[in-house]
């Protein structure tokens, strides 16, 4: 019993070693990985670009919009 408990880590480490191995040798893996990484970051740098036109636009609308508040009172 003891034997198969003592035996779990090093299971473990041998099976991400050959996950990594075979992450290393397959040639499609890495280039989807290569993708999706590459899409994430164009994803990321859209929403900035984005959100930076957009901030602007809201705090001009806010700006009107606390603007009007002072004149309708």
Known sequence: MWQK?????MR???SFVGFVDDLKN?????S???VIVILI???VLA??????LLKVWLL?????ITGEVETIQ
């Open 12 to 14: 473990a480490y041998l």
């Open 47 to 52: 929403i900035i670009l984005f959100w930076d």
């Open 26 to 30: 397959d040639e499609r893996g890495i």
């Open 41 to 43: 970051l164009v994803a």
């Open 60 to 64: 001009e609308l806010w700006g009107r």
């Open 32 to 34: 989807e990985l290569v």
């Open 5 to 9: 408990i003592l035996l779990i880590p």
